[in-house]
Antibody, heavy 116, light 107 residues
Framework: EVKLVESGGGLVQPGRSLKLSCAASGFSFNDYWMGWVRQAPGKGLEWIGEINQDSSTINYTPSLKDKFTISRDNAQNTLYLQMSKLGSEDTAIYYC?????????WGQGVMVTVSS | DIQMTQSPSSMSASLGDTVTITCLASQDIGNYLSWYQQKPGKSPKLMIYGATNLEDGVPSRFSGSRSGSDYSLTINSLGYDDEGIYHCHQYYEYPYTFGAGTKLELK
């Protein structure tokens, strides 16, 4: 069974950094592109970016490229999202997803709240 | 960036109805369009990919179609389990983008 489990969310002060993790199981992690999507409270989905199998190609939505960094550890079957200079606009549920036929499997999401 | 204009933003329909949700792409995206269903407090679920292909396990009451830059999701024989928010998503060109979502409620 494919499983994606995000962790690392919580309350963070404006201007600080946070790193999210996504633990994958039930499939051959190093065979797939992986991505991150977020959803602000009551809003639609926003594509953050994705990374290819060997981390040689990473694409971001332009507005987040200087703040967010996607990485992966294939030995640990884990995807990461490093977020810096966080602001209130970054308050959202963050989902990791497997990219096969588009995003065919999603994690349950992790909440990040940016507030003083 | 490619803009995905989704309509309507919300709709209400009756049990057994047929409903259609539409996304208009601001430029050519070929068939790189998917539809997701999201229920309250849950992750999105892939329903349709490649504009017309039904994801495994999705009821055949769901179908996707394309006419030029217009993409549609049609749900036949609407049931209570179909309530939720539907999102379209283009994955033709980076940055990938989503439509604003359509909230579907049953009367």
């Amino acid at each position: 069974e494919v499983k994606l489990v995000e962790s690392g969310g919580g309350l963070v002060q404006p201007g600080r950094s946070l790193k999210l993790s996504c633990a994958a199981s039930g499939f051959s992690f190093n065979d797939y592109w992986m991505g991150w999507v977020r959803q602000a409270p009551g809003k639609g989905l926003e594509w953050i970016g994705e990374i290819n199998q060997d981390s040689s190609t990473i694409n971001y939505t332009p507005s987040l490229k200087d703040k967010f960094t996607i990485s992966r550890d294939n030995a640990q079957n884990t995807l990461y999202l490093q977020m810096s200079k966080l602001g209130s606009e970054d308050t959202a549920i963050y989902y990791c997803a497997r990219d096969y036929r588009d995003f065919d499997y999603w994690g349950q999401g992790v909440m990040v709240t940016v507030s003083s | 960036d490619i803009q995905m204009t989704q309509s309507p933003s919300s709709m209400s329909a009756s049990l057994g109805d047929t409903v259609t949700i539409t996304c208009l792409a601001s430029q050519d995206i070929g068939n790189y369009l998917s539809w997701y269903q999201q229920k309250p407090g849950k992750s999105p679920k892939l329903m349709i990919y490649g504009a017309t292909n039904l994801e495994d396990g999705v009821p055949s009451r769901f179908s996707g179609s394309r006419s030029g830059s217009d993409y549609s999701l049609t749900i036949n024989s609407l049931g209570y389990d179909d309530e939720g928010i539907y999102h379209c998503h283009q994955y033709y060109e980076y940055p990938y983008t989503f439509g604003a979502g359509t909230k579907l409620e049953l009367k």
